[in-house]
């Protein structure tokens, strides 16, 4: 099993910079993919940016050229670094691993989630 911690969220004005974090624990050997997702108030949750085992990054267009998704050589926590921060950025963010339960199958684990508000 994997559990998820998520820090770094606040208030910060347009323009800004905020960087999250999150920490796994538990069988982060398991873990292939890491993301981090976020939901508006009144939208649905959608990804952001993902992070492979291998290292391999993917991002919506939307915060392409702003925000970066890391991961730490130990394994056990990955970042996003957001820069350029605009107001529609504003969403709880949640980080997120899937994971190998056994051979075959998967389990995605969340957070618990950390708001950031880009506001003047």
């Known amino acids: 099993q994997v559990q998820l911690v998520e820090s770094g969220g606040g208030l910060v004005q347009p323009g800004g910079s905020l960087r999250l974090s999150c920490e796994a624990s538990?069988?982060?050997?398991?873990?292939?993919?890491w993301g981090w997702y976020r939901q508006a108030p009144g939208k649905q949750r959608e990804l952001v940016a993902t992070?492979?085992?291998?290292?391999?990054?993917n991002y919506t267009n939307s915060v392409k050229g702003r925000f970066t998704i890391s991961r730490d050589n130990a394994g056990n926590m990955v970042h996003l670094q957001m820069n350029n921060l605009k107001p529609e950025d504003t969403a709880v963010y949640y980080c997120?691993?899937?994971?190998?339960?056994?051979?075959?199958?998967?389990?995605?684990?969340w957070g618990q989630g950390t708001l950031v508000t880009v506001s003047s």
């Open positions: 997120t691993a899937n994971y190998f339960i056994d051979s075959y199958n998967t389990i995605n684990a």
């Open positions: 992070i492979t085992s291998g290292g391999r990054t």
């Open positions: 538990g069988n982060i050997a398991s873990i292939f993919v």
